[in-house]
DNA sequence: TCTTATTGTTGCATAGAGCAACAATAGTAA
DNA sequence: TTACTATTGTTGCTCTATGCAACAATAAGA
């Protein structure tokens, strides 16, 4: 297991990476009904963000992707999916830079590695939210699940960059089963149904719904019924991940 | 319009570049019943590759694609989609820039610019065969339409490229009108549905594939029959834009 | 004029999705 | 205990899209 190196910016060794390019990624979670995305809050300067990261020279674009989900979720083995590559001058924007650097006592100057024009790759992935535990990076100090619906204002053209990840995660939701990722262990026709629903923003037919997911083989009802909640006891379900 | 710069290696002043970034643009056309790529060959060298380039400090990426597809086709107003991004570490293979500097009479030193590591944006661009006129740049010396089930070997991961590409045009020929792209102004049924098989690599039931099209109100059918051919002469189609 | 291969069109069978109906049932209220 | 209610599981009907087969139309060649 990797054990989180904090670092402040001034001891980091920004050579190590290569210059010009960023990841960002849109971490999804889904709770109550509500689709949610992993935030950053830098330190003292009020700017919240996506959570994002930078390319070891050494290191593969996909690998680093991967280590900034692990260093922002603390899980492994994550559902991942390179979707866009956001290389706009407008987003070229050195002020919200300058802010970050300053609320950390480094002086602004045009040559540190932070005030360039960066070139963006866009991952999203989807995460259990029952298991994710957010963690800030020596960039920021807080980290926390955003319902989708009421978005706060984030630098840049993050907001964006999460419209583009949400129209990829429409269009792959239909095409492949990959919303279990979503889901906790098991769950019930319903949550399922609900998750599709908030995620292509438009009601589903339930009963189409129930036949086209049992038919399609995967997923696998277990014998005991949820209860707790009112009226007749629902299935639960489980996803087997075959083909 | 623009004129194209004829300048070698030596002349090109590198520092305009972002470094690090790259394009790889995978240009498709369609001439008989064959789907082809153009393909670029390097001078004094015999390498091949899909025709590249950079992007300027001050421009942004798509804009930087369009420039070097129109570099490449004298073409305007292309079908230009972002494709993927490449980033692993065993692309980045200096061996063959530094065979194309030889080639050039330019010194292999490490820290010339084509000798970085390069994460490259993959694009892919549907032109009209019959329109295209390929034109070699300033580091190749020609320029020509390949069929794609005969590829010839490509440097670097070039041939993993173009099989993303193959795969996202697949994707989104189904669910989107894309294809008129790859057709000259008018065209029959047969000529569109041939398009359609070659791309999906399967055979596409006839009477289905016309109703479908019809019924889509894409097309527009063009009162005169195309004659020449054996047989019952077909309809002349016109692709319509609205939405 | 006849033959042949291809195109345009239509009808039928099948599969999938929307919709409605109904039984089953876990909690709630009486 | 019993009746009520809301939700789930299931089934049948309809509508649409697609695959398949049949047939008429027809341009070129024999």
């Given at each position: 297991m990797e054990k989180p190196q904090i670092e402040g910016i001034k001891d980091t060794d920004w050579s190590r990476f290569l210059p010009g390019i960023s990841i960002d990624c849109v971490i999804f979670g889904y709770?109550?009904?509500?689709?949610?995305?992993?935030?950053?809050?830098?330190?003292?300067?009020?700017?919240?963000?996506?959570?994002?990261?930078?390319?070891?020279?050494?290191?593969?674009?996909?690998?680093?992707?991967?280590?900034?989900?692990?260093e922002r979720t603390s899980l492994d083995n994550i559902y991942l999916d390179q979707f866009h590559t956001f290389g706009n001058m407008e987003r070229y924007d050195t002020e919200y830079m300058r802010g970050v650097l300053k609320a950390n006592g480094v002086a602004a100057t045009e040559d540190h590695f932070l005030m360039q024009r960066f070139i963006s790759v866009g991952?999203?992935?989807?995460?259990?939210?029952?298991?994710?535990?957010?963690?800030?990076?020596?960039?920021?100090?807080?980290?926390?699940?955003?319902?989708?619906?009421?978005?706060?204002?984030l630098i840049q053209d993050h907001r964006l960059i999460i419209q583009y990840a949400l129209d990829t995660l429409k269009e792959n939701i239909e095409?492949?089963?990959?919303?279990?990722?979503?889901?906790?262990?098991?769950?019930?026709?319903?949550?399922?149904?609900?998750?599709?629903?908030?995620?292509?923003?438009?009601?589903?037919?339930?009963?189409?719904?129930?036949?086209?997911?049992?038919?399609?083989?995967?997923?696998k009802r277990i014998g005991k019924k949820k209860t707790g909640g009112a009226h007749r006891a629902p299935y639960l379900y489980r996803f087997v991940k075959d083909n």
């Amino acid at each position: 297991m990797e054990k989180p190196q904090i670092e402040g910016i001034k001891d980091t060794d920004w050579s190590r990476f290569l210059p010009g390019i960023s990841i960002d990624c849109v971490i999804f979670g889904y709770h109550d009904r509500e689709l949610k995305i992993l935030i950053l809050e830098f330190k003292n300067t009020g700017y919240l963000a996506l959570p994002g990261g930078f390319v070891y020279k050494d290191e593969d674009l996909d690998e680093a992707a991967e280590r900034t989900l692990r260093e922002r979720t603390s899980l492994d083995n994550i559902y991942l999916d390179q979707f866009h590559t956001f290389g706009n001058m407008e987003r070229y924007d050195t002020e919200y830079m300058r802010g970050v650097l300053k609320a950390n006592g480094v002086a602004a100057t045009e040559d540190h590695f932070l005030m360039q024009r960066f070139i963006s790759v866009g991952y999203y992935a989807l995460v259990d939210f029952s298991k994710a535990h957010p963690t800030p990076d020596k960039l920021s100090d807080s980290c926390f699940w955003c319902d989708l619906d009421e978005l706060p204002e984030l630098i840049q053209d993050h907001r964006l960059i999460i419209q583009y990840a949400l129209d990829t995660l429409k269009e792959n939701i239909e095409h492949m089963p990959i919303s279990y990722n979503l889901m906790s262990e098991t769950f019930t026709m319903g949550e399922l149904r609900s998750l599709h629903e908030t995620i292509l923003e438009k009601k589903i037919n339930r009963t189409s719904f129930h036949r086209k997911m049992v038919n399609s083989g995967n997923l696998k009802r277990i014998g005991k019924k949820k209860t707790g909640g009112a009226h007749r006891a629902p299935y639960l379900y489980r996803f087997v991940k075959d083909n």
